[in-house]
T-cell receptor, first 112, second 114 residues
Framework: EAGVTQFPSHSVIEKGQTVTLRCDPI?????LYWYRRVMGKEIKFLLH????????ESGMPNNRFLAERTGGTYSTLKVQPAELEDSGVYFC??????????FGEGSRLTVL | KNEVEQSPQNLTAQEGEFITINCSYS?????LHWLQQHPGGGIVSLFM???GKKKHGRLIATINIQEKHSSLHITASHPRDSAVYIC????????????????FGKGTKLSVKP
């Protein structure tokens, strides 16, 4: 069975542009999480979906970040417009209720 | 809000050595996670534990709920164990329903020399 997949693995954009990151969770996992690791810092929680609903988006940095999970399957995280400080690695993870977390390989975002 | 402290930040060991990484947190929790981040960047969940001890191969994780402390041990360490080990706990006590709303430690970078 496929694990959590993320796309793209690496994106390089200029300040002011838009980027959309995608996460495909493990089939049947209702919980989907986004995290971010900025260089030199610890990983930070961004938000949590249960199926298509946002359960907790307290970690979203600002309104330039928009996450969706239409149909409760894959999720997208859009950054618009991107700023230099958005550079980092964005991780996605999925789980069944109360179960083990399965992480994707991450999407590295570089904003120039 | 919970706070997580890991030690040491960096650890260099010789192959075969017994390794211990420590994690302390400030607020009572339902479960604690140990994660491994490989040099390539991918993250793997090693353990999720709420009490006592868990063992998987050469890895052992223990937790003391009263002392709010957990340790990750690696026996007979090997160069392939070189990675960043991260401790993570829920953002607040008794968070309903999910384990993934986590606060992460800064990680312990382990390097095992042959």
């Amino acid at each position: 069975e496929a694990g959590v997949t993320q796309f793209p693995s690496h994106s390089v954009i200029e300040k002011g542009q838009t980027v959309t990151l995608r996460c495909d969770p493990i089939s049947g996992h209702d919980n989907l999480y986004w995290y971010r690791r900025v260089m030199g810092k610890e990983i930070k929680f961004l938000l949590h979906f249960v199926k298509e609903s946002k359960q907790d988006e307290s970690g979203m940095p600002n309104n330039r970040f928009l996450a969706e999970r239409t149909g409760g399957t894959y999720s997208t995280l859009k950054v618009q417009p991107a700023e230099l400080e958005d550079s980092g690695v964005y991780f996605c993870a999925s789980s069944q209720a109360g179960g083990e977390l399965f992480f994707g390989e991450g999407s590295r975002l570089t904003v120039l | 809000k919970n706070e997580v402290e890991q030690s040491p930040q960096n650890l260099t060991a010789q192959e075969g050595e017994f390794i211990t990484i420590n994690c302390s947190y400030s607020v009572g929790i339902s479960a604690l996670h140990w994660l491994q981040q490989h040099p390539g960047g991918g993250i793997v969940s090693l353990f999720m534990l709420s009490s006592g001890k868990k063992k998987h191969g050469r890895l052992i994780a223990t937790i003391n709920i009263q002392e709010k402390h957990s340790s990750l041990h690696i026996t007979a360490s090997h160069p392939r164990d070189s990675a960043v080990y991260i401790c993570a706990v829920p953002t607040r006590i008794n968070y309903g329903g999910s384990q993934g709303n986590l606060i992460f430690g800064k990680g312990t970078k382990l390097s095992v020399k042959p």
